[in-house]
T-cell receptor, first 115, second 110 residues
Framework: DAGITQSPRHKVTETGTPVTLRCHQT?????MYWYRQDPGHGLRLIHY???????DKGEVSDGYSVSRSKTEDFLLTLESATSSQTSVYFC??????????????FGQGTRLTVV | KNEVEQSPQNLTAQEGEFITINCSYS?????LHWLQQHPGGGIVSLFM???GKKKHGRLIATINIQEKHSSLHITASHPRDSAVYIC????????????FGKGTHLIIQP
């Protein structure tokens, strides 16, 4: 299994509070991704990173920010949590996008509930 | 933006049956992934395809690039195969990750 760890695994927070989720990898992969998974939707991309300090927005980035100060860590922050951000969040990593045989590896997910 | 459609959305079958899950996409891709997610669990990669066919144990995945279609087959299905199966594609030159189908919820009854 790829070395990818998400923390926390579960969190309940109140509306309006800031929340930070962490994704940590030991594979030295260049690309890291944050997705959210909601009933009736496929996983949707929030933000991704293609290197240290290099990030870009995904399909559902409003209300989220990210940071990547080290290769191994990719942080997702909800500046002011809302109930619509209740979801399961997955981190993923991949080595390259240029090679057709590039695998994607996923973390175990973080279940976030905003009350 | 690539659109990924999976069918069926839900499938219940008896143990031992042959299972087929289909995936179609709208734009050319560099690779297609089949993923498995057990209830409350993480996501595990089963296959990654850019052409042809792959087999691993009782699982077989095929892709037809010209028709923009892939299938995942399970032979001699077993209750432990019960899970959500997700198709995901990487667009050509796609640095921005994968585009996912909504998943197929498979239940295999003993």
């Amino acid at each position: 299994d790829a070395g990818i760890t998400q923390s926390p695994r579960h969190k309940v927070t109140e509306t309006g509070t800031p929340v930070t989720l962490r994704c940590h990898q030991t594979e030295n992969h260049r690309y890291m991704y944050w997705y959210r998974q909601d009933p009736g939707h496929g996983l949707r991309l929030i933000h991704y990173s293609y290197g240290v300090k290099d990030t870009d927005k995904g399909e559902v980035s409003d209300g989220y920010s990210v940071s990547r100060s080290k290769t191994e860590d990719f942080l997702l922050t909800l500046e002011s949590a809302t109930s619509s951000q209740t979801s399961v969040y997955f981190c993923a990593i991949s080595e390259s996008t240029l090679r057709r045989d590039t695998e994607a590896f996923f973390g175990q997910g973080t279940r976030l509930t905003v009350v | 933006k690539n659109e990924v459609e999976q069918s069926p959305q839900n499938l219940t079958a008896q143990e031992g049956e042959f299972i087929t899950i289909n995936c179609s996409y709208s734009v050319g891709i560099s690779a297609l992934h089949w993923l498995q997610q057990h209830p409350g669990g993480g996501i595990v990669s089963l296959f990654m395809l850019s052409s042809g066919k792959k087999k691993h144990g009782r699982l077989i995945a095929t892709i037809n690039i010209q028709e923009k279609h892939s299938s995942l087959h399970i032979t001699a299905s077993h209750p432990r195969d019960s899970a959500v199966y997700i198709c995901a594609v990487r667009s050509e030159g796609g640095a921005d990750g994968l585009t996912f189908g909504k998943g197929t919820h498979l239940i295999i009854q003993p």
